[in-house]
């Protein structure tokens, strides 16, 4: 709980800022994946060890990561390292297990896309055709929620279930299908179906719900028969055995304290996959084939999801994948205590997996660097500031009549509001701070040398500024 006050204390002090100037039986438990033996211990290296070392090092360095394993493809080579520490204290591996959070609807898409292709749905087919008899699903504007507007974001739905509890450490943990069909039926879309994008765990979940239930058997055995088992993805859970938990890594948060693994019910789809990087490396090998007309299993159904959904130049989307004005395919995930990236360029015939075992959504800079080491080009980050260059950004800041602590521990800087436990601050640059509980951006700025005030740039783009006090 105390992780939302803050940012509902910054959120608050820069609206103040801008003023100035049905129910059903519950579902029986979801099948568990079929366990497996370990996959082997040795993960592929190859000619680009160094580079992605010299990457990942900082990271370390400066204390901002647990653990992370990255894989890359560059056509028929792979390579596959792990870094800091993994399950029993040990580096992790490729077979090390993640929580994969948003990446997961990666999965949830393919499903989609296997049934369209099996003609078992269609992208069209309106989400009210899948519902128990009785449950009801708004509509805007005459318009009607498809499944194609579920798994492209499209839906309206809210962005967080109306009965969910997001200020708790685990929120969905409970989170069972009555529930989800109470809060579909009771919402209210933001917009008409088909006309805006806007994230939405609901939708997510609301579509692999109507798949599980249209193909059989519920979502989590529907994505084992239609996905895992053709793309022979032994380390991809919704319900990670026994067999495999010894090799589930912990996760941490930016400041590298344990977090509670994640629990997602019947919002699995959005959110509760999990696996490893052999698995994610394999999947971008299939998505590679399948944009050069492959014919294995699952091929035709990624190459629906790789059709450009938007009618526009540049980035565009997928169907459950997000396309950048590159060309290249990709999706992120976070939890309390992972972070996620899976991507790949048909063009180039390459791709690049990050799973990390700290909630660190800067992370993803580093994709566009690894694409620049399979390239041969020189890459890095900007230099994170030194335990003394941190030191001149403590003290106190007034941020629309809110005042802001700012201190310095060691290499780690940390911001604070009236009465609550202090938030790490994430470098990106020696004056640039990522939030990772706001999804904010925090800039030290002065004058003559000295720091005079910190500017916080909000997800919506307003920037507030706070003098030094």
Same mark, same amino acid.
Request: one cysteine or more.
């Given at each position: 709980?105390?992780?939302?006050?803050?940012?509902?204390?910054?959120?608050?002090?820069?609206?103040?800022?801008?003023?100035?100037?049905?129910?059903?039986?519950?579902?029986?438990?979801?099948?568990?994946?079929?366990?497996?033996?370990?996959?082997?211990?040795?993960?592929?290296?190859?000619?680009?060890?160094?580079?992605?070392?010299?990457?990942?090092?900082?990271?370390?360095?400066?204390?901002?990561?647990?653990?992370?394993?990255?894989?890359?493809?560059?056509?028929?080579?792979?390579?596959?390292?792990?870094?800091?520490?993994?399950?029993?204290?040990?580096?992790?591996?490729?077979?090390?297990?993640?929580?994969?959070?948003?990446?997961?609807?990666?999965?949830?898409?393919?499903?989609?896309?296997?049934?369209?292709?099996?003609?078992?749905?269609?992208?069209?087919?309106?989400?009210?055709?899948?519902?128990?008899?009785?449950?009801? +699903?708004?509509?805007?504007?005459?318009?009607?929620?498809?499944?194609?507007?579920?798994?492209?974001?499209?839906?309206?739905?809210?962005?967080?279930?109306?009965?969910?509890?997001?200020?708790?450490?685990?929120?969905?943990?409970?989170?069972?299908?009555?529930?989800?069909?109470?809060?579909?039926?009771?919402?209210?879309?933001?917009?008409?179906?088909?006309?805006?994008?806007?994230?939405?765990?609901?939708?997510?979940?609301?579509?692999?719900?109507?798949?599980?239930?249209?193909?059989?058997?519920?979502?989590?055995?529907?994505?084992?028969?239609?996905?895992?088992?053709?793309?022979?993805?032994?380390?991809?859970?919704? +319900?990670?055995?026994?067999?495999?938990?010894?090799?589930?890594?912990?996760?941490?948060?930016?400041?590298?304290?344990?977090?509670?693994?994640?629990?997602?019910?019947?919002?699995?789809?959005?959110?509760?996959?999990?696996?490893?990087?052999?698995?994610?490396?394999?999947?971008?090998?299939?998505?590679?084939?399948?944009?050069?007309?492959?014919?294995?299993?699952?091929?035709?159904?990624?190459?629906?999801?790789?059709?450009?959904?938007?009618?526009?130049?540049?980035?565009?989307?997928?169907?459950?994948?997000?396309?950048?004005?590159?060309?290249?395919?990709?999706?992120?995930?976070?939890?309390?205590?992972?972070?996620?990236?899976?991507?790949?360029?048909?063009?180039?015939?390459?791709?690049?997996?990050?799973?990390?075992?700290?909630?660190?959504?800067?992370?993803?800079?580093?994709?566009?660097?690894?694409?620049?080491?399979?390239?041969?080009?020189?890459?890095?980050?900007?230099?994170?500031?030194?335990?003394?260059?941190?030191?001149?950004?403590?003290?106190?800041?007034?941020?629309?009549?809110?005042?802001? +602590?700012?201190?310095?521990?060691?290499?780690?800087?940390?911001?604070?509001?009236?009465?609550?436990?202090?938030?790490?601050?994430?470098?990106?640059?020696?004056?640039?701070?990522?939030?990772?509980?706001?999804?904010?951006?925090?800039?030290?700025?002065?004058?003559?040398?000295?720091?005079?005030?910190?500017?916080?740039?909000?997800?919506?783009?307003?920037? +507030?500024?706070?003098?030094?006090?």
């Amino acid at each position: 709980m105390r992780r939302i006050t803050l940012a509902m204390t910054l959120l608050a002090a820069a609206v103040a800022a801008a003023a100035c100037g049905p129910r059903v039986k519950p579902p029986p438990p979801l099948p568990s994946h079929p366990a497996t033996l370990p996959p082997p211990a040795t993960d592929p290296s190859g000619p680009h060890e160094a580079a992605i070392t010299a990457l990942v090092t900082p990271f370390l360095d400066a204390e901002l990561l647990r653990g992370v394993v990255i894989g890359v493809v560059d056509h028929d080579a792979t390579e596959i390292y792990g870094f800091g520490s993994g399950p029993n204290h040990q580096p992790p591996t490729g077979a090390t297990l993640f929580e994969l959070g948003t990446a997961s609807k990666i999965y949830t898409s393919l499903l989609l896309c296997e049934a369209v292709q099996r003609r078992e749905v269609t992208l069209d087919t309106p989400l009210a055709d899948l519902m128990p008899a009785g449950v009801s +699903v708004p509509t805007k504007d005459g318009k009607v929620i498809t499944l194609l507007e579920l798994a492209n974001e499209a839906s309206g739905l809210p962005a967080v279930p109306a009965s969910a509890k997001p200020d708790q450490p685990d929120p969905y943990a409970d989170y069972a299908e009555d529930k989800l069909l109470s809060d579909l039926a009771t919402a209210r879309l933001d917009s008409a179906p088909g006309t805006q994008l806007g994230s939405s765990l609901l939708g997510a979940g609301v579509l692999g719900y109507a798949l599980g239930r249209k193909i059989g058997g519920g979502y989590s055995s529907a994505l084992y028969s239609h996905v895992l088992a053709p793309l022979d993805l032994e380390s991809t859970f919704v +319900v990670v055995p026994p067999e495999a938990k010894a090799r589930v890594a912990t996760g941490s948060t930016t400041d590298l304290a344990d977090a509670l693994p994640s629990h997602w019910g019947v919002l699995a789809p959005a959110g509760g996959v999990i696996s490893d990087v052999r698995d994610q490396v394999a999947v971008v090998r299939a998505e590679l084939d399948a944009s050069a007309n492959g014919v294995g299993a699952l091929r035709s159904a990624m190459r629906l999801t790789q059709d450009a959904q938007l009618d526009r130049e540049g980035d565009n989307e997928g169907i459950g994948l997000q396309l950048d004005s590159y060309g290249r395919y990709w999706h992120t995930g976070s939890t309390a205590g992972f972070h996620s990236f899976i991507g790949f360029d048909p063009k180039t015939k390459r791709g690049v997996v990050i799973l990390a075992s700290t909630a660190l959504s800067p992370l993803d800079r580093m994709a566009d660097l690894l694409y620049d080491v399979l390239e041969g080009k020189a890459a890095s980050l900007p230099p994170f500031p030194t335990a003394e260059q941190l030191g001149p950004y403590a003290g106190g800041y007034d941020l629309a009549g809110t005042h802001l +602590v700012v201190s310095v521990d060691g290499k780690r800087i940390y911001v604070a509001g009236p009465g609550e436990p202090r938030h790490r601050l994430v470098p990106l640059s020696p004056n640039i701070f990522w939030l990772e509980e706001l999804a904010a951006v925090v800039v030290f700025e002065g004058d003559n040398g000295a720091i005079t005030r910190l500017s916080l740039l909000l997800p919506n783009g307003q920037r +507030v500024v706070g003098p030094r006090s």
